[in-house]
């Protein structure tokens, strides 16, 4: 097994010519030069992927968000509202009334675009 920069290394000196192509002792000569090869080690890798890889960018495009929707915000806010409010609630033997005035007063306390969603998780909290 190989390491991917000495697969890199390899393709830039064999096929890129690297060593070869730039005879040049200038600094910015030799920095162009690779700037260059790096450009088209880009293109050559971009291809292989098209030509080697059949799932287009919209099938990974929704193959990730399947991944990244297995677990959505409001669940797991849900979940870390449900933790706080149990704990609290145990930890300073509060009764329900106590709790409402808590939760209300802290998502007075934050700004406006997280009060609303946390309004509606609160409702669902206590409803549940």
């Avoid at 040049?24 to 920095?31: E, G, H, I």
């Avoid at 260059?36 to 098209?50: D, E, G, H, K, T």
């Amino acid at each position: 097994y190989r390491w991917n920069i000495e697969v890199y290394f390899k393709t830039c000196k064999q096929y890129l010519k690297y060593t070869k192509e730039c005879q040049s002792t200038s600094f910015d000569s030799l920095t162009a030069h690779l700037a260059i090869a790096n450009v088209r080690y880009m293109m050559l890798s971009v291809f292989q992927r098209a030509n080697t890889d059949h799932r287009s960018l919209g099938e990974l495009f929704y193959l990730y968000v399947q991944e990244v929707a297995e677990i959505t915000f409001d669940h797991s806010m849900r979940l870390i509202m449900i933790a706080l409010l149990s704990t609290v609630k145990e930890f300073f033997a509060l009764t329900d009334a106590q709790m409402a005035g808590f939760v209300q007063q802290f998502i007075n306390n934050l700004p406006n675009y997280l009060k609303a969603p946390l309004e509606v998780c609160a409702e669902q909290l206590s409803a549940a």
